[in-house]
C-alpha cells in the first residue's frame, strides 16, 4: 500500500472499526424478561443529554421536554422520531464511510431501543427519586462555545442595527457590513453566529465573509461564517486557525423570512470571536470553501424522486478535512463525499440524509480527519427529490433549477480544511499508522 494513501485508509477503518466497538450481545436466561425502562432512570438522561437544549421554552423546538407529563404526552411521537432517526437532527448514515465525530448529536441504536421500548411498555415513570439533577440552560442570547472555550468571546460583531422584517413580507437575502475595529492582525481559534433571541423565527441563514479595502473593490480574505439551524460555529482544529487582518470587515448576507405567527420582527444576527493570544500563530490557517455542482448543472424535472448531481474538485495540495457539512435546499435528499486517489481508487468519506429543516456540520473526530494527497480529486454526489413522496416540495409539477430561494436548489458541500506541505503530510500519514497499529484496531490488507 502506498503510504501516501495508506494514512486515511487507516483513518477511515478506524472510524468504522471505532464505531462498533463496546458492542455486544446479551442473552437473558430463558424465561427471564427485561424490564421496561423507566422515565426517571433510563429515558430521562436521554432526553437531557440529546433534546432538552432545543425542546425548552424559549428555545426553537415546538414543544417543551423538560417533564415527565411533558414527554409522555408526546410519548408517540417521540417513538416515531427516533425510530426513523428524524430526531435528534444528526443524519450522518452510518452503515458507509466514516463514523466518528464531535459533538455527535444522533441516538446510539441502544438508546433509540431503550425509548421504544419504554413507550411500548406503557410510559411508566418509575420512582422519582431516579431523577438525574435538571440541566440548567443559559437564555438563548448566550454563545454556546463560552463553556467549551472556557472563557467569553474576545469580539462580538453585530449587524450594523436591528433589521425590521415584516410579518406580511417575502423572503428578503440582506446585505450588511460591521467593522470588526481590529487594528493588528490576530488569528482566530473559533467563531460562532448566532440570531438575537427574537430573530431566531425569521432567520434562514447569515454568511459572512472577511474583506479589506472598499467593497467597491474589496480584498476579500476568505469565507468565514454561518448560521442556519442546526450550525452556528466551529472550534478549530488544535494548531490551526484564520487570519483576520487589521481593518477588516465583516460582509453579511443574511437571509430572513417572515415570522409564521405574522408578527413583524426585528433581529440584530452577531458572531461572537475567540481570538489566539497576541503574538501566537497557529501552523495551519483553516479554510473553508465550497465543493460541488456548477449552476448548469441542476436540471430537476417535475416528478422526479432520484435526480443525481455530480461535482468534481481536484486537490493541488495536501490537505486535512475537519468538517463536512452538505447544502441543499427543499429537494434535496442526500449527499456523499467521496475521495478519488491518484491511482484511480474511490473510497466514500461520509454520506448524509437531508432535512431542509436542518444544516449540520459534521465534525470529524481528530484521529479520523481525512488525509488526503494532493493529486487526488474530491467527487461529491448529490440527489433530489421532486415528487408528492418529498414533503418539502413546494410544487411538483414544476422543473427546478439553480437559484438562492427555498424553493430553487443547490448542490454543494461546505468543507472545512487546511493544506499540508509533503513533509507533514508523511508525517501525519506515519503518526497515524502508528498510532492505530498500537490500538489493535485495524487489520489492514497488506496491500
Not at 88 to 116: A, M
Not at 211 to 236: C, M, N, R, V
Not at 304 to 325: H, M
Not at 358 to 363: E, F, L, S, V
Amino acid at each position: 500500500m502506498r503510504a501516501e494513501t495508506r494514512g486515511f485508509r487507516y483513518g477511515l477503518q478506524l472510524g468504522v472499526v471505532g464505531a462498533c466497538v463496546g458492542l455486544g450481545v446479551f442473552v437473558l436466561p430463558a424465561g427471564a424478561q427485561s424490564p421496561t425502562p423507566t422515565y426517571s432512570k433510563d429515558v430521562a438522561p436521554i432526553l437531557q443529554q440529546k433534546c432538552e437544549m432545543c425542546h425548552r421554552d424559549g428555545a426553537i423546538a415546538p414543544m417543551s421536554l423538560l417533564t415527565y407529563e411533558e414527554v409522555r404526552t408526546y410519548a408517540p411521537l417521540i417513538k416515531d422520531r427516533v425510530s426513523n432517526r428524524k430526531m435528534p437532527p444528526y443524519f450522518v448514515d452510518r452503515s458507509v464511510g466514516l463514523n466518528d465525530f464531535k459533538d455527535d448529536r444522533g441516538l446510539s441504536q441502544e438508546q433509540i431501543e431503550t425509548i421504544v421500548s419504554w413507550v411500548d411498555g406503557g410510559t411508566p415513570q418509575g420512582d422519582p427519586a431516579d431523577m438525574p439533577p435538571p440541566v440548567s440552560f443559559d437564555n438563548n442570547a448566550e454563545f454556546t462555545l463560552t463553556s467549551a472555550m472556557g472563557r467569553e468571546p474576545d469580539l462580538v460583531i453585530p449587524i450594523p442595527e436591528p433589521f425590521l422584517v415584516p410579518g406580511d413580507g417575502p423572503n428578503w437575502w440582506m446585505d450588511f457590513i460591521s467593522e470588526t475595529g481590529l487594528t493588528e492582525d490576530r488569528y482566530i481559534s473559533a467563531y460562532e453566529s448566532r440570531p438575537t433571541p427574537e430573530g431566531f423565527p425569521v432567520v434562514h441563514h447569515a454568511i459572512s465573509n472577511l474583506f479589506t479595502g472598499d467593497l467597491s473593490d474589496p480584498d476579500w480574505e476568505a469565507g468565514f461564517s454561518e448560521y442556519a439551524l442546526g450550525k452556528t460555529g466551529d472550534i478549530f482544529p488544535a494548531n490551526s486557525g484564520q487570519l483576520i487582518k487589521a481593518g477588516s470587515k465583516l460582509h453579511w448576507n443574511v437571509h430572513y423570512s417572515a415570522n409564521a405567527n405574522g408578527e413583524d420582527t426585528y433581529d440584530q444576527t452577531r458572531i461572537a470571536i475567540w481570538l489566539y493570544p497576541r503574538g501566537v500563530e497557529p501552523k495551519y490557517r483553516l479554510q473553508r470553501g465550497g465543493i460541488g455542482s456548477t449552476v448548469s448543472d441542476l436540471d430537476i424535472p417535475p416528478h422526479s424522486e432520484e435526480v443525481r448531481v455530480d461535482g468534481y474538485t481536484p486537490l493541488k495540495e495536501n490537505v486535512r478535512i475537519a468538517i463536512f457539512q452538505p447544502h441543499l435546499h427543499n429537494l434535496g435528499s442526500r449527499q456523499c463525499l467521496d475521495v478519488i486517489y491518484p491511482d484511480g481508487r474511490l473510497q466514500t468519506l461520509s454520506c448524509a440524509n437531508w432535512d431542509f429543516g436542518w444544516h449540520i456540520a459534521y465534525t470529524y473526530a481528530d484521529d479520523v480527519q481525512p488525509l488526503i494527497p494532493k493529486g487526488s480529486v474530491l467527487h461529491l454526489t448529490s440527489w433530489h427529490n421532486n415528487s408528492e413522496s418529498n414533503p418539502w416540495a413546494h410544487d411538483p409539477d414544476n422543473w427546478v433549477g439553480w437559484g438562492n430561494r427555498s424553493t430553487d436548489e443547490m448542490a454543494f458541500a461546505h468543507i472545512s480544511f487546511y493544506e499540508l506541505s509533503d513533509e507533514d503530510y508523511a508525517e501525519a500519514v506515519k503518526e497515524r499508522v502508528e498510532n492505530e497499529e498500537k490500538s489493535g484496531r485495524i487489520i489492514m490488507d497488506g496491500g
